[in-house]
Nanobody
Framework: QVQLVESGGGLMQAGGSLTLSCVAS????????MGWFRQAPGKEREFVAGISRSGLFRTSADSVKGRSTISRDNAKNTVTLGMNVLKPEDTAVYHC?????????????????????WGLGTQVTVSS
């Protein structure tokens, strides 16, 4: 049974930083490109950042570019998202997701329908 379990959410202050972690189990982790998405109330799910299977290649959305980092530890089946200079508009449920079928060095996809497995998410609320 595949599980992606996110942690690290909570109530944050604007201008602060966060670190979200996702632990994967039940799947060959290195076979999957990994991504982080978020969904705010009443809005569509939005790509935040992604990382290749190798961990060497990263991509991020324009909305978080320059203030986000994504990394993975293939030995621990973990992917981590860091964000700083938080804004109230960063408030959302953050999900990690796994995408199969990508080359070891391919950029992770930005489209949600390219991902095969999803975590239930962790709520991030940024107060002004």
């Amino acid at each position: 049974q595949v599980q992606l379990v996110e942690s690290g959410g909570g109530l944050m202050q604007a201008g602060g930083s966060l670190t979200l972690s996702c632990v994967a189990s039940g799947l060959p982790f290195t076979d999957y490109a990994m991504g982080w998405f978020r969904q705010a109330p009443g809005k569509e799910r939005e790509f935040v950042a992604g990382i290749s299977r190798s961990g060497l290649f990263r991509t991020s959305a324009d909305s978080v570019k320059g203030r986000s980092t994504i990394s993975r530890d293939n030995a621990k089946n973990t992917v981590t998202l860091g964000m700083n200079v938080l804004k109230p508009e960063d408030t959302a449920v953050y999900h990690c997701a796994a995408a199969a079928g990508y080359h070891w060095t391919s950029i992770a996809p930005h489209q949600a329908d390219e991902y095969h497995y999803w975590g239930l998410g962790t709520q991030v609320t940024v107060s002004s």
